[in-house]
Structures are given as C-alpha cells and as structure tokens.
C-alpha cells in the first residue's frame, strides 16, 4: 500500500507563497487508476478540497482557491506539488496530500498532514 | 461551492445506532452514487470508511453503512463502541469536476 508524505516550511510569512511537496513511496504516481490531490483544514475546523492532479497533467481546483493555487506532478520523483500564492492568516491549516483512486471515487490513502501557520 | 451540510453534532450510547446525515445539491450528491465518508480521530488523517455511498473498504466493519435518497446521503453506525468517537465527513465528486466536503459531524459516545 502507498505511502504519502508531506514536505515543507511549517512557517509561511502573510502575502508569500506557500510551497508543499507530497512523496509517494510504495506505488507509482504515473499509474491510471489515481488522481492525487491536496486537502486542508483550518485547526479545530472542517476539511475543504484543494485540488486534484492526474498523472497526465489535467488538474480540477476548487473555485474558491483556483486564482491562487498551482499543482505540479514530477513523475520521475514520485512527487506532486502544491504552490498557494498571497497567503494570509486564513490559509494557516494542516495540509493533507491524498491519493484518490478513481474505481472507487475516494480518497483512500493520505499523508500524515502538515501544519502550515501564516504569521510576520 | 458550498460545503454539503452535515450536524455538527451527534451522540449515542454503546450499542446503539446512530445516523449522520449529509445534504448537497442535485449537480452532486443528488447526480451521481459518487459520496466518500471519512472518519477523523483527534491528532489523525481522516480514514476512509465508505464509498460509493453504500461500499465499505475491505477493513472497515460492517457496523458502517450508507444510504442516500435524494440530496441527502446518510451514514448509519450500528452497535456503537467507544472507538467510533470521533469526527465524521462526508465528501462528494460534482458535476463540476471538483469535490466538496461536509462540516463535518462530531460523534460522541456516552
């Protein structure tokens, strides 16, 4: 079974760029079976979608995020990225990478998460 | 998009059945049998514990069961035990392509 790791600076300064990277270890991120997406949740608050990337390239964002979210998927390392833009004290959350396998239409693995806090 | 509206609370005691219901809109939940449901413990990534509305992972127990009529999908704990406490979403793919998440439901057992 896939292992997913989250990667990146836990410490985001308000109006930078928030850079996360998921490692999937265990399966191969180029396989036709999944998608491969990024979730978050505000502490003590609810899940919300972020994006979802397929092997191939093709990417779904959730209209709220989409101006300022860029997904990128690096084959060859078994990685996918996300990049938010302008970040303010609302985007402080835990990310969550997830893989989503589509025979079953849900997420059916996911990282660990990684708190990312939006402070000067 | 809207987040699918869920109670922000439940409770039960051991052995009994509880239901978490999960309203969406007609160009999602009510569109396609395409509803995930995860459960959270404090401190944990969510777990998933149905999909398709009504299909559980090899690994979950059969107490788990969902249902949907509508716009609404439900999902039914049986036999309550204390390590159901937890937080439960709903999730569900839309016609939009995207996904969306309910508030989720706190789950406490008495």
């Known amino acids: 079974q896939p292992q997913l790791q989250e990667s990146g600076p836990g410490l985001v300064k308000p109006s930078e760029t928030l850079s996360l990277t998921c490692t999937v270890s265990g399966g191969s991120i180029s396989s036709s079976t999944y998608h491969w997406g990024w979730i978050r949740q505000p502490p003590g608050k609810g899940l919300e979608w972020i994006v979802t990337?397929?092997?191939?390239?093709?990417?779904y964002y959730n209209p709220s995020l989409k101006s300022r979210v860029t997904i990128s998927i690096d084959t060859s390392k078994n990685q996918f990225s996300l990049r938010l833009s302008s970040v303010t004290a609302a985007d402080t959350a835990v990310y969550y990478c997830?893989?989503?396998?589509?025979?079953?239409?849900?997420?059916?693995?996911w990282g660990q998460g990684t708190l990312v806090t939006v402070s000067s | 998009q809207s987040a699918l509206t869920q109670p922000a609370s439940v409770s039960g005691s051991p052995g009994q059945s509880i239901t978490i219901s999960c309203t969406g809109t007609?160009?999602?939940?009510?569109?396609?049998?395409?509803v995930s449901w995860y459960q959270q413990h404090p401190g944990k990534a969510p777990k998933v514990i149905l999909y398709?509305?009504?299909k559980r992972p090899s690994d979950v127990s059969n107490r788990f069961s969902g249902s949907k009529s509508g716009n609404t999908a439900s999902l039914t704990i049986s036999g309550l035990q204390a390590e159901d406490e937890a937080d439960y979403y709903c999730?569900?793919?839309?016609?939009?392509?995207?996904?969306?998440f309910g508030g989720g439901t706190k789950l406490t057992v008495l």
């Open positions: 398709e509305g009504i």
């Open positions: 999730c569900s793919y839309t016609s939009s392509s995207t996904w969306v």
């Open positions: 007609s160009s999602g939940v009510g569109y396609f049998n395409l």
């Open positions: 990337i397929y092997y191939s390239g093709s990417t």
């Open positions: 997830a893989q989503y396998k589509t025979a079953t239409a849900s997420f059916d693995y």
